[in-house]
């Protein structure tokens, strides 16, 4: 069955740091997410991508973070300054179309110490 | 301002002993509503979409229905491996953001 594929599954990083998360969307899929996870709180929508730009974004996606899709593949999401409470587990999800279960990927663990 | 409310935050069953899960949700326009599953430390796995009052769907020992104002997963005869957080998720007409509940952690034992 196609799988979402996310790397790295754990990243730890300095206050300050720039991280990027990877992730490899399944083939065919159009619409691109990521959502994130905080320990004990709900998932939260951040960002959604088609065709090559973002479509919506929460107010949780500030200036701090960016997407970005640079091959035919990989789908990234760059948080250029971590705070602390950037820690969460970050999902990212892809559709075929508008109207169908979205897939989401294993997850990365993002611990900002 | 959307919402979507899950009860009970946890259930403990007895193999074999049914019950239901409800997901109420207060949204703009409902476009669909998502039951998921998941385990600790892992994404999301997709189980049902429902689009319409009245819609049920099916899938081993899980039934998911849909009113105007919530739905049901219904588990039959649950097993341990059923033990999970199940999550309850809408989207309404003006995109495709999916708004998720807290979840409700079932626990079954044998």
């Known amino acids: 069955e196609p799988e979402v594929t996310q790397t790295p599954s754990h990243q730890v990083t300095q206050m300050g740091q720039e991280v990027i998360l990877r992730c490899v969307p399944i083939?065919?899929?159009?619409?691109f997410y990521w959502y994130r996870q905080i320990l004990g709180q709900k998932v939260e929508f951040l960002v959604s991508?088609?065709?090559?730009?973002?479509?919506?974004k929460s107010e949780i996606f500030d200036d701090q973070f960016s997407v970005e899709r640079p091959d035919g593949s990989n789908f990234t999401l760059k948080i250029r300054s971590t705070k602390l409470e950037d820690s969460a587990m970050y999902f990212c999800?892809?559709?075929?179309?508008?109207?169908?279960?979205?897939?989401f990927g294993s997850g990365t663990r993002l611990t900002v110490v | 301002e959307d919402q979507v409310t899950q009860s009970p935050e946890a259930l403990r069953l007895q193999e074999g002993e049914s019950s239901s899960l409800n997901c109420s949700y207060t949204?703009?326009?409902?476009?669909?509503l998502f039951w998921y599953r998941q385990d600790p430390g892992k994404g999301p796995e997709f189980l049902f979409t429902?689009?319409?009052a009245g819609e049920e769907k099916e899938k081993e020992r899980l039934k998911a229905t849909l009113t105007k104002k919530e739905s049901f997963l219904h588990i039959t005869a649950p097993k341990p491996e059923d033990s999970a957080t199940y999550l309850c998720?809408?989207?309404?007409?003006?995109?495709?953001?999916?708004?998720f509940g807290k979840g409700t952690t079932l626990s079954v034992s044998s």
């Open positions: 949204v703009s326009g409902l476009r669909g």
């Open positions: 083939s065919n899929h159009l619409y």
């Open positions: 429902l689009y319409s």
């Open positions: 991508f088609y065709n090559n730009e973002i479509s919506e």
């Open positions: 999800a892809s559709r075929t179309t508008v109207d169908y279960g979205y897939t």
């Open positions: 998720a809408v989207t309404n007409q003006a995109g495709t953001a999916l708004i």
